[in-house]
């Protein structure tokens, strides 16, 4: 069993988009919705920050909870929250349940979309497109059942935080160096 997560390093992201980019070109995301985004904060202290977002992949993920139809779940073997796209009735539920904004509306496929951690590349042995064009190394992909993952790793070394964690959602997204300002 995976517990797929992602590791973000703040201090490492200034916003090239260039994983933005990425992403949309490997998923088709039309122009004018993304999967991956990049919010600009300014901290208490006057520096300009960015925090790379995109969805969890929550543990306890109230998009599923909130789907009438059963599209959306969480798959109990390696803990992706994806969309089964025959099952979806474009309700919009999930996107009002989700608390990080993860969800749209993908208007050429005619059901709900979002970041799948790029379920199709990683079981081909590659990273996700966003992780693997990123220039800095802000973001480290991996398995977190396996202690021998950079992710692991760093989760374990770091002291790290994950998004509105009053939630209750616990998101499978760890942040290095994540300001207060930017967990909104
Ligand atoms: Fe669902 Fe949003 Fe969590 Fe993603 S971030 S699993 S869309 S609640
Ligand atoms: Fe489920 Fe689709 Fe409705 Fe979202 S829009 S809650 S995935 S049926
Ligand atoms: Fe986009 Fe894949 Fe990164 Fe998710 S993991 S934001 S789908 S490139
Ligand atoms: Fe930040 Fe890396 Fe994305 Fe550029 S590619 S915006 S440095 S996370």
């Known amino acids: 069993k995976h517990r797929w997560a992602m590791y973000i390093d703040v201090s490492k992201c200034y916003g090239c988009y260039a994983c933005v980019a990425a992403c949309a070109a490997e998923n088709n995301v039309p122009i004018g919705v993304f999967r991956t985004w990049i919010e600009r904060h300014v901290t208490k202290g006057g520096t300009v920050i960015f925090v790379p977002k995109q969805c969890n992949h929550c543990e306890n993920a109230p998009c599923v909870k909130a789907c009438p139809t059963g599209a959306?779940?969480?798959?109990?073997?390696?803990?992706?929250?994806?969309?089964?796209?025959?099952?979806?009735?474009?309700?919009?539920?999930?996107?009002?349940?989700?608390?990080?904004?993860?969800?749209?509306?993908?208007?050429?496929?005619?059901?709900?979309?979002?970041?799948?951690?790029?379920?199709?590349?990683?079981?081909?042995?590659?990273?996700?497109?966003?992780?693997?064009?990123?220039?800095?190394?802000?973001?480290?992909?991996?398995?977190?059942?396996?202690?021998?993952?950079?992710?692991?790793?760093?989760?374990?070394?770091?002291?790290?935080?994950?998004?509105?964690?009053?939630?209750?959602?616990?998101?499978?997204?760890?942040?290095?160096?994540?300001p207060s300002e930017a967990d909104l």
Request: net charge neutral.
């Open 72 to 178: 959306t779940y969480k798959r109990t073997e390696d803990g992706l929250v994806l969309v089964n796209d025959d099952l979806c009735i474009g309700c919009g539920a999930c996107i009002q349940a989700c608390p990080y904004g993860a969800r749209f509306f993908n208007p050429v496929k005619g059901v709900v979309d979002k970041c799948t951690f790029c379920e199709h590349r990683i079981y081909q042995g590659k990273l996700p497109a966003c992780v693997e064009t990123c220039p800095t190394g802000a973001r480290v992909f991996g398995d977190l059942n396996d202690p021998e993952s950079p992710v692991s790793q760093l989760v374990k070394k770091m002291p790290t935080s994950r998004l509105k964690e009053w939630t209750g959602a616990e998101p499978m997204i760890f942040y290095r160096d994540l």
